[in-house]
């Protein structure tokens, strides 16, 4: 998740129970490009003890090849191409999801990086741009260029975060490749990941924005798979989380009006636990300062600290109301989850 997944987040989230491995934000690769030192931080200081991936961006061939020739001088789990991103701005230059409209230059880039990246190399994407029309075909080419691992997010570029997610795609992916296919798209909570294991089939769930909102959800899920007790998390230990969020920002020199917006960043998906009114959410918002802010966050979560933070974002509350709905739109029925999953937390927490 971009401006998200950094090395300050995900070591904070290892302190709740990691997922198997992360995904860095992403490299933006073009003419000009080279290692974003900022994102690069996220692998050579990685303290996590869990593998990562090294995510890119971009649509020029010979760039590509240039910055994954680069990363691989570093420890990486492998080099994964972003074909899934729905951001206007990203789609609009042909890269991210906009590459779905072209299946030609996808071959070209998946048959030259195949021939530079010596270990794995993997895809996220989504079904499609607009429509599904394309999908077989660039499924086609994930087995023919020998993909490593596909995550794959259940809805088109278009629409970006709104309405339900097509399991049904993930499962047909899932019989089409013969690598690991990651089911992205609406993991919420430890029931919603079994429930889309057993639709999909699929070998593990991406998680994006429900590892913000609840970085529990990896440690959950293992238990709930696994059929033990799944942990209870207490408005208190919400109130914790957001202490070490923001003390991870306090590192970075730079002023506290700055430290409050990035700490708000996180906690618009936080507050689709706290209560189902919205107000945590909206008192949130209004404040300025980090006076102001941890005085609301004292208000709304100190004041009955035993209370259960909600397993599932409550129904109405968005965290990003110009590119998404609330998840409401529901998962699969059923629990049964595949053998071993793997949980991960993508880049922009891949992005769910």
Known sequence: MQDVTDLFFMNVIAGYGCPDYFFTEYFRVHDSSGLDKKILRSITENSTDRPIFAQMIGESVPDLVRIAKALSQYPIAGIDLNMGCPAPRIYRKNVGGGLLRDPEKIDRILGELRNTVEGRLTVKMRIGFEDTTNFDRILDLIQRHSIDLLSLHGRTVKEMYHGAVNYDLIAHAVQRVSCPVLANGNVTSAPSAA????????????????????????????????????????????????????????AQTVPERARVSYLKMYLNYIAQGVDAGGAFLRDMRLAQTQAA??????????SNPDQEFSLEPYPGLVARPSSETSCSAGTPDGVKASSEPYFSASAVLSSN
Request: glycine fraction near 4%.
């Open 195 to 250: 429930a889309i294991l057993h639709h999909t089939g699929a070998a593990g769930v991406m998680v994006g924005r429900s590892a913000i909102r609840n970085p529990w959800i990896f440690k959950q899920t293992r238990q709930y798979l696994s059929h033990q007790p799944v942990c209870t998390i207490t408005l208190a230990d919400v109130r914790e989380y957001i202490d070490r969020l923001y003390r991870s920002t306090t």
């Open 293 to 302: 802010l941890f005085s609301v966050c004292d208000r709304h979560l100190l």
